[in-house]
């Protein structure tokens, strides 16, 4: 079952969308937003796999909210909803699944959803998969990255790391051996901490070990999924970053 939120300030434009959304088989509307402060306050008690939400909404708008969801769970999908085909552009910014323009076609948000399902899908097979995939870790050096967890010093090989990323407003540092270290510190700290080191920044929301990457494949408008070795986690990899990764670390 796929977990919407419907975040929309019109009433009328909210009951349309969710009439449709509730025609397609395994697809539950868990909450309904009037506005992009209640929508954030929603994704972190009912932790939704996707969002449908209206850009110019009140007190805070679609964009902003984004934002704050992304800091949450930058893997839930986010559907746009606007007016103004202005808008658009700014959405992809912050990492938008996809967009609708109003008013809405149904049929378009019925092909949104299956895509959805698909990657959903595709998600659950990496997570299957993943863990068959070892890389041996070269530990020449044995360097620790030092990070703040719980009001105490954590000490990580560096060349361990796998992924680091955003989850429940904190940052989560994956590294081999099933490893899984919270810390308050920032991606933007981490990734100046790292910046020495084989590293790389693929998403405003991952920062992954290269030497960890098996596959990139396509995930929705201008974002890639990323299949890491020793881990069931994944990365999103923007458009721009496949290209820079590929000029870096591909022959």
Excluded at 33 to 50: C, D, I, S, Y
Aim: with cysteine; hydrophobic share 40%.
């Amino acid at each position: 079952m796929l977990k919407v939120i419907i975040a929309e300030d019109d009433p009328k434009m909210r009951l349309v969308l969710k009439r449709t959304l509730e025609e397609i088989p395994n697809v539950s509307i868990v909450g309904e937003a009037e506005n992009g402060q209640q929508l954030v306050r929603m994704v972190e008690e009912l932790a939704p796999e996707v969002i449908f939400l209206d850009v110019d909404m009140p007190v805070m708008n679609g964009i902003e909210a984004s934002k704050e969801i992304f800091d949450i769970d930058s893997r839930i999908f986010l559907v746009f909803a606007t007016g103004f085909q202005c808008f658009t552009q700014e959405a992809f910014e912050v990492y938008a699944f996809d967009y609708l323009v109003k008013p809405f076609n149904m049929e378009r948000v019925r092909q949104t959803i299956h895509r959805i399902k698909e990657l959903k899908t595709e998600r659950k097979k990496a997570a299957l998969w993943t863990p068959e995939a070892k890389l041996v870790v070269k530990r020449e050096e044995s360097l620790k990255l030092k990070v703040l967890s719980n009001e105490k010093s954590t000490f990580i090989n560096i060349p361990d790391i796998i992924v680091i990323t955003r989850k429940e407003r904190r940052t989560v540092i994956y590294a081999v051996g099933n490893v899984a270290v919270k810390t308050y510190e920032s991606l933007q700290k981490l990734e100046e901490q790292l910046k020495d080191y084989r590293f790389f920044r693929c998403h405003k929301g991952f920062i992954i070990n290269p030497d960890m990457v098996l596959e990139v494949s396509p995930w929705g408008n201008k974002t890639y999924l990323v299949k890491l070795a020793n881990t069931k986690e994944t990365a999103l990899m923007t458009m721009e970053n496949v290209k820079e990764f590929q000029k870096r670390y591909c022959i």
